[in-house]
């Protein structure tokens, strides 16, 4: 061989090696998890492992519903190779569309459906949907203490949720939806219309709005309300429905994407998030309450559904509440 060509041979088989290298050092991860904790978690992770990470967000006010259409038209060619969650039913959509890779791991759950059945996704971290009250407009006598206190006329006007239609709120109306039946279901987003609950583009700016006095009180996730309260806003979290089935709860997901560009780093970061230690981590910076590792048991009552119930409540429950609100 000429010393031209040689030269030329080794230099493509040096970048073809770089290149090979860079992918094997890659990780991209789309997310719907609060970019003010997973930045901190991936940051963390980062500096960790030494990958070259590179992270989508989704936006507060479209919730998981922006990744999921993404996660859909990339089926074929996934750019990604983590979906990290914020809630489980569009997780459980996906997974049924048959978007993930199965990845068995032995955990000590608290419960069987926080990990998907053959083994494509698994749960991480646990909330709760509450109320958040201020305090400075509201006596504690008078805080409400039932969600049907969401359709009390004595609040008309003076209550906020998220756009139920996205995210964590989707999922628990999804829920809502299942467990009161249609009629019911359909009465009872009525009486939120008629008492003029404002639908807000999510779950913080539903926070902020009470805490500036906009509302008297809201339905939003405990994480929300910790946030808040940390940085000192005038604000208190109920766990309503005490007396009888308790507070909607939540858990964050992640999984691997089916035919991901990058695997081995895919599976490094899921056996990253999935242990006790980093759940705790996530208590510590407020993403979550409860970790669902450990065995504890909540201190407030509480119920859920299995995801893969809901995954065929989601349309029917939006199409009532968007027949209503709009």
């Given at each position: 061989?000429?010393?031209?060509?040689?030269?030329?041979?080794?230099?493509?088989?040096?970048?073809?090696?770089?290149?090979?290298?860079?992918?094997?050092?890659?990780?991209?991860?789309?997310?719907?998890?609060?970019?003010?904790?997973?930045?901190?978690?991936?940051?963390?992770?980062?500096?960790?492992?030494?990958?070259?990470?590179?992270?989508?967000?989704?936006?507060?006010?479209?919730?998981?519903?922006?990744?999921?259409?993404?996660?859909?038209a990339e089926k074929?060619?996934?750019?990604?190779?983590?979906?990290?969650?914020?809630?489980?039913?569009?997780?459980?959509?996906?997974?049924?569309?048959?978007?993930?890779?199965?990845?068995?791991?032995?955990?000590?759950?608290?419960?069987?459906?926080?990990?998907?059945?053959?083994?494509?996704?698994?749960?991480?971290?646990?909330?709760?949907?509450?109320?958040?009250?201020?305090?400075?407009?509201?006596?504690?006598?008078?805080?409400?203490?039932?969600?049907?206190?969401?359709?009390?006329?004595?609040?008309?006007?003076?209550i906020a949720l998220?756009?139920?239609?996205?995210?964590?709120?989707?999922?628990?109306?999804?829920?809502?939806?299942?467990?009161?039946?249609?009629?019911?279901?359909?009465?009872?987003?009525?009486?939120?219309?008629?008492?003029?609950?404002?639908?807000?583009?999510?779950?913080?700016?539903?926070?902020?709005?009470?805490?500036?006095?906009?509302?008297?009180?809201?339905?939003?996730?405990s994480d929300d309300?910790?946030?808040?309260?940390?940085?000192?806003?005038?604000?208190?979290?109920?766990?309503?429905?005490?007396?009888?089935?308790?507070?909607?709860?939540?858990?964050?997901?992640?999984?691997?994407?089916?035919?991901?560009?990058?695997?081995?780093?895919?599976?490094?970061?899921?056996?990253?998030?999935?242990?006790?230690?980093?759940?705790?981590?996530?208590?510590?910076?407020?993403?979550?309450?409860?970790?669902?590792?450990?065995?504890?048991?909540?201190?407030?009552?509480?119920?859920?559904?299995?995801?893969?119930?809901?995954?065929?409540?989601?349309?029917?429950?939006?199409?009532?509440?968007?027949?209503?609100?709009?």
């Amino acid at each position: 061989m000429k010393p031209k060509k040689l030269i030329i041979t080794l230099l493509s088989l040096l970048l073809i090696s770089c290149s090979t290298q860079d992918k094997k050092n890659q990780l991209i991860i789309y997310t719907s998890v609060d970019q003010i904790f997973s930045s901190k978690i991936i940051k963390e992770f980062k500096k960790e492992s030494g990958l070259d990470i590179k992270v989508l967000y989704d936006t507060e006010a479209s919730k998981a519903v922006g990744l999921e259409k993404r996660l859909l038209a990339e089926k074929r060619h996934p750019r990604a190779d983590i979906f990290w969650n914020s809630e489980f039913m569009r997780m459980a959509r996906l997974d049924k569309a048959g978007l993930f890779e199965s990845y068995p791991k032995d955990l000590n759950y608290t419960r069987e459906y926080y990990h998907s059945q053959n083994y494509s996704w698994y749960g991480v971290g646990l909330r709760a949907r509450v109320f958040v009250v201020n305090r400075n407009l509201m006596k504690k006598e008078d805080y409400p203490q039932r969600l049907e206190d969401l359709t009390d006329s004595k609040y008309r006007g003076k209550i906020a949720l998220s756009m139920p239609y996205f995210g964590t709120a989707s999922t628990h109306f999804s829920a809502l939806y299942q467990k009161m039946g249609e009629e019911k279901f359909r009465e009872f987003i009525q009486k939120l219309k008629d008492n003029r609950v404002a639908l807000l583009a999510g779950n913080s700016v539903v926070r902020d709005a009470v805490a500036r006095g906009d509302y008297l009180f809201g339905l939003v996730d405990s994480d929300d309300v910790v946030v808040g309260i940390k940085n000192g806003l005038p604000i208190e979290m109920v766990y309503y429905n005490q007396e009888s089935d308790g507070v909607f709860t939540i858990f964050g997901t992640v999984a691997m994407l089916k035919n991901a560009p990058n695997p081995k780093s895919a599976k490094r970061f899921i056996d990253y998030l999935l242990t006790k230690e980093q759940e705790q981590r996530f208590i510590e910076l407020g993403a979550v309450q409860y970790g669902i590792l450990d065995n504890k048991r909540l201190t407030f009552g509480s119920w859920s559904k299995k995801p893969s119930l809901l995954v065929e409540s989601l349309t029917p429950s939006v199409e009532i509440m968007r027949s209503i609100f709009e």
